[in-house]
């Protein structure tokens, strides 16, 4: 007759998930303490899509055409989604060093959560996306943008972050998959048709048919969608069923995307070899 396991008790169940909290917060002070000494990273970060705004306001701007307003106004809630996406790559880097560098065998050895590594990195870079998104939204008002209502720019930010989540996830993924710095190079280089191949620069519905149906289904091209009407800026007027529910695709697309690559995230941390 085979042994009945005792139920895990309610309380220790709590002071598993407090001592994960506390193991995640430790680990991502220890990111955010590098970042102080070494501020050119986040600075640079922060300031890359600045420098795309700029130069698409003022050096492509005035040969965009975007029906119902003004291309800085569709241009903006884009380049806030594409800041997200960036993230992507800082995420997997920051991953990959941990690995050439031993510091994740390191964590291993320690009596912590299994979760509280990455869980950790993904609150410190969640913490540098805010930043980031923050030092954009200013740049944004320097050039002549305006959002709509408050309750709308804070849902808006709510979709931005919830994107960003779902990339953390998967640069966390990617980094322990691979650990392998020359990954990291192939990943940035596919960003950019990523991040193009979506409603983020220029509407959709001036793709070629069938191009425009994998735009409006990128992920990246639900959020902006969504953002953009939230704003009250330009949205694509001839799109399809994706452009229509914009709003649900930006919750859905994110939500599963972070359940899926954080469980493998988890996973895969879990399988690594000591």
Request: aromatic share 10%; proline share 6%.
């Amino acid at each position: 007759m085979s042994a009945v396991l005792p139920p895990v008790a309610e309380d220790d169940l709590v002071e598993r998930l407090r001592w994960a909290v506390t193991d995640a917060v430790t680990v991502a002070g220890r990111d955010v303490a590098h970042w102080r000494r070494q501020p050119a990273v986040v600075l640079v970060g922060a300031l890359f899509p600045v420098l795309l705004l700029l130069m698409f306001v003022y050096l492509f701007g005035g040969a965009m055409v975007v029906p119902g307003g003004d291309y800085r106004d569709f241009l903006v809630p884009g380049l806030f989604g594409l800041a997200m996406v960036f993230g992507l790559e800082a995420t997997m880097t920051s991953v990959v060093t941990d690995a050439t560098r031993g510091i994740t065998d390191r964590f291993r050895s320690l009596p912590m959560a299994p979760s509280a590594v990455v869980a950790g990195r993904c609150l410190a870079d969640l913490g540098s996306s805010v930043l980031g998104l923050a030092v954009l939204v200013a740049a944004a008002f320097a050039v002549g943008w305006r959002p709509g209502g408050a309750a709308e720019v804070l849902a808006a930010v709510g979709l931005l972050l919830l994107l960003r989540s779902a990339f953390l996830w998967m640069g966390v993924f990617l980094g322990l998959l691979t650990r392998d710095p020359a990954t990291v190079t192939a990943v940035q280089v596919l960003v950019w048709p990523f991040a193009f191949l979506s409603n983020a620069f220029v509407p959709a519905s001036t793709m070629p048919g069938w191009l425009a149906t994998i735009a409006e289904w990128n992920p990246l091209a639900a959020t902006v969608t969504a953002v953009r009407g939230l704003f009250g800026q330009p949205v694509d007027a001839g799109g399809g069923w994706a452009t229509e529910h914009a709003l649900v695709l930006a919750v859905a697309w994110p939500v599963v995307l972070t359940v899926l690559f954080a469980a493998l995230s988890v996973r895969r941390w879990q399988g690594l070899s000591r």
